[in-house]
């Protein structure tokens, strides 16, 4: 006699999730600063950019350096722009996103202090 056969189908196991990260206040702000600076180098190459459209002036003799401080000046107001409020927009949503998985296991008192 041949034994029973059981045919059930086989399930998959579920998944564990990954116990959660644990980061401390000083990484998060850490994270926070880099998201910003990120954003300042972003805004940067995009004035960077913009002023590239504009037609150069060939008339004067005393542009001596003025591409230098055109540079720095560019690079001061992508600086300001990005610490100003909350810039563009883009820090927010990088540090949303690479802290998400953080705030799912986070309580909700804690949560508040994130932002």
Avoid: H, W
Wanted: charged residues 25%; contains cysteine.
């Amino acid at each position: 006699m041949a034994p029973d056969i059981n045919l059930q189908t086989s399930q998959p196991k579920p998944v564990e999730k990954p116990a959660s990260v644990r980061m401390s206040e000083v990484e998060l702000q850490k994270l926070k600063k880099a998201c910003a600076d990120f954003e300042s180098i972003f805004t940067y190459q995009m004035i960077k950019t913009m002023r590239q459209t504009v037609p150069k002036n060939q008339m004067g003799f005393g542009n001596f350096g003025k591409d230098t401080y055109t540079m720095m000046m560019d690079q001061k107001l992508a600086e300001t722009i990005a610490t100003k409020g909350d810039g563009m927009g883009l820090q927010k949503v990088l540090y949303d996103q690479l802290t998400q998985k953080y705030k799912q296991n986070m309580p909700k008192e804690g949560i508040n202090k994130l932002k």
